[in-house]
């Protein structure tokens, strides 16, 4: 039996706790190319199957010529299904190949995505972090902060073969606090949601928002007004202490102090993984912080390496920082293509 060419176009869809993202994916001179994508909140609506009509509605060509679609979710996957994390509702590939018309559906976790859609991100959008010793058939792992913490694996394949993804839920780890204040967090975040606090409730965009509360109840005096409005409206929060870190105090001490974590769990998921193929930094909030993010002598780059005996072997990681939001959704129509080739 001949192999298929690869499709021409693909439906890919990005959703995550905050937005659900979807377009359509062709193939340019120039490599992939989104067209008609559109950006949808994701808490408003009660599935999937009522977005992508929504976007049918809207784009004039609707799903026709289509020939696979490709679903990353901010979740699990359990065969066909998916659970997303931060809603209260699953996705099902049966039930999204129906509305579509289509036989061939893609459901993968939306950091399998970004691992799969990393190579597809042009150089203008990326951002060395650290140089380290790259080894082109070493390991790659993606972490990024957004709505929720998430990670993934990549293990190169041998004499040809394709490269396996590996999803995993690494953010619902054990929170491992460094100083005094952080262990004063951990308190406070188990008063709040219990024993069990995981990494991705204080590196996470709800994580900032918590953050910057504990500190405002630890020190009331140094609230200013700005804080104190954000504290007391339904606002972004995280938003907040990115945008006045520069001038607030507060909101610079809970920056820094989301910045360590956060490099401490990459260095965590680096000295499990060795990815000296390169450590990809994703996700919605790292892009608004690349100088923090890049400089050596900042909190994240401090941590990541803050390893005792094994700050030596970290410093031989390749880090990236991927500026591109859509690395999901290309990574999303890798996944849709390959089911057409293999067909």
Known sequence: MSTPAPPRAVLVVDLGGTNARIACCVESPIGPMLVDERWYPSAQAT??????????????????????????VAGPVDADTARVSNLSWSVSAAEVADCLGLSRVALLNDFAAVALGAADVAPARRVTLQAGRPQADAPRAIIGAGTGLGQALVVPGRSGAADRVLPTEGGH???????????????????????????ERVVSGQGLADTLRWAAERGPERVTAATHAALTSDGDLAAHVTEHAATDPLCAEVLDLFLACYGAEAGNLALKSLPFGGLFVAGGIAPRLAERLADP????LRSFLDKGRFAGLLEGVPVTLLLDPRVGLLGAARAARALCVSA
Request: charged share 20%; no cysteine; proline share 7%.
């Open 47 to 72: 599935g999937l199957v009522p977005l992508l009509r929504r976007w049918m509605a809207e784009v004039p060509e609707g799903a026709g010529g289509l020939a696979a679609a490709g679903i990353a």
């Open 173 to 199: 780890a054990d929170f491992a606090p460094q100083n005094p204040a952080q262990d004063a967090l951990l308190v406070w975040l188990r008063g709040r949601y219990g024993a069990h606090v995981s990494v």
């Open 297 to 300: 002598d900042g909190r994240f």
